[in-house]
């Protein structure tokens, strides 16, 4: 089975410019996961999808941060314009529907992006 | 609100040695605590869940406890080995936020040869 997909691995931009991360969650989970992790701390969550529609979007910043999973397989995260503490590994991660929410997601790589 | 959050953020055990995390969380509602291993440079991976109703679990190597009376949890790792060196972060979910998992800050595990 495959496992989350993550792009790009790492990424380098100056303050104020725009980025997009991709995912791609493993076949047939119906819940998506966007978390930010700085470096030293625990991933936080920024993002839920139940299939194609937000669950919870509480910690994203919306004034700066978008998301969105289209068909409810593929998702992208957005960051425009980027601050220099968004800094940050963005994880992805999936988990099966129906598992009575035990907690058990499976993530990617994660994306590592540095603003400058 | 939620919090979870962990004692110790550094701890380094001997080859062979036991290891113990600990975690303290605030949330009563909460469904599921779940135990996460992150190794440099990857996502965190599921170890072990323990639902609300239960006092000790146990996996390969890996037992968690729960005190509910206290709100802490623990991670003991039997007979530690260089590969167990990672970040070990605890996290819980509540079905009354959609299953929303929550990790606290993490502790190091750092394993002697």
């Not at chain 1, 968004?86 to 790589?109: I, K, M, N, P, Q």
């Not at chain 2, 005190?67 to 009354?96: M, R, W």
Request: hydrophobic share 35%.
């Amino acid at each position: 089975e495959a496992g989350v997909a993550q792009s790009p691995r790492y990424k380098i931009i100056e303050k104020r410019q725009s980025v997009a991360f991709w995912c791609n969650p493993i076949s047939g989970h119906a819940t998506l996961y966007w978390y930010q992790q700085i470096l030293g701390q625990g991933p936080k969550l920024l993002i839920q999808f139940q299939n194609n529609g937000v669950v919870d979007d509480s910690q994203l910043p919306k004034d700066r941060f978008s998301a969105e999973r289209l068909k409810g397989v593929d998702s992208t995260l957005k960051i425009q314009p980027a601050k220099l503490e968004d800094s940050a590994v963005y994880l992805c991660a999936s988990s099966h529907s129906g598992r009575g929410g035990t907690g058990e997601l499976f993530f990617g790589e994660g994306s590592r992006l540095t603003v400058l | 609100g939620e919090n979870v959050g962990l004692h110790l953020p550094t701890l380094s055990v001997q080859e062979g040695d036991n290891s113990i995390i600990n975690c303290a969380y605030s949330n009563s509602a909460s469904d599921y605590f779940i135990w996460y291993k992150q190794e440099s440079g990857k996502g965190p991976q599921f170890i072990i869940d323990i639902r609300s109703n239960m006092d000790k679990r146990q996996g390969q190597r890996v037992t968690v406890l729960l005190n509910k009376t206290v709100k802490h949890l623990s991670l003991q790792i039997a007979a530690t080995q260089p590969g167990d060196s990672a970040v070990y972060f605890c996290a819980e979910t509540s079905k009354t936020s959609y299953d929303k998992v929550i990790f606290g800050p993490g502790t190091s595990l750092s394993v002697i040869p």
